[in-house]
């Protein structure tokens, strides 16, 4: 049976930090968009806000629904140890490198600054956390590097900000 509350607690908190991979599941229109995420991208800055730092990817849908008031899940789920599924809803707000807040929000992340898409800030408006005894259970082996390597060479190479542009808008999927 799930447990609902306003606040990440500070167990929440630690449980957050110890995950390797989360998911990112949000919404603005007629498709719910699911992604994991993985790496050093989530800090918690209190028990009602996280902030996201995004890699460049094929399609920038955490930013379109950011933008047009969508709807926010972040789930962490245990793999090792103890089982448990945390879920935060939120709304999104995307950090622009004018905002007053940007180079703080970036300090939290080990990430060179022009490989990182976008910066979001979550506000957790209800918290769920449920017992996750069906997550099988699995070991960390290690990070896959690929991406961040992938947007470290296309960044030095000078071709990240055009591949961002070409890929700024997501996919349309109503003519499949």
């Known amino acids: 049976m799930g447990k609902q509350y306003k606040n990440l607690t500070q ?11 989360f998911y990112i599941a949000s919404c603005s229109g007629k498709e719910v968009n699911l992604s994991p995420k993985a790496y050093d991208t989530i800090s918690v800055i209190d028990n009602n806000t996280l902030v996201f730092a995004s890699y460049p990817g094929s399609g920038n849908r955490t930013y379109t629904d950011a933008i047009n008031n969508g709807e926010f899940t972040l789930v962490f789920n245990a793999f090792e140890d103890k089982p448990m599924i945390l879920r935060l809803f939120c709304k999104a707000k995307v950090i622009q490198n004018e905002d007053e807040k ?5 300090s939290l992340f080990p990430i060179k600054e022009s490989v990182i898409r976008n910066l979001f800030e979550f506000k957790i408006y209800a918290v769920e956390s449920s017992c996750g005894m069906s997550v099988p259970i699995m070991k960390y082996v290690e990070d896959r590097d690929e991406l961040k390597d992938w ?4 960044d030095d190479k000078g071709k990240l900000e055009a591949y961002n542009q070409k890929t700024f808008t997501p996919p349309d999927l109503s003519g499949i």
Not at 11 to 21: M, P, S, T, V, Y
Not at 102 to 106: G, R
Not at 151 to 154: C, E, I, K, Q
């Open 102 to 106: 940007y180079q703080e929000y970036l």
């Open 11 to 21: 167990n929440d908190i630690e449980f957050i930090a110890q995950q390797k991979l």
């Open 151 to 154: 947007a470290v060479d296309m």
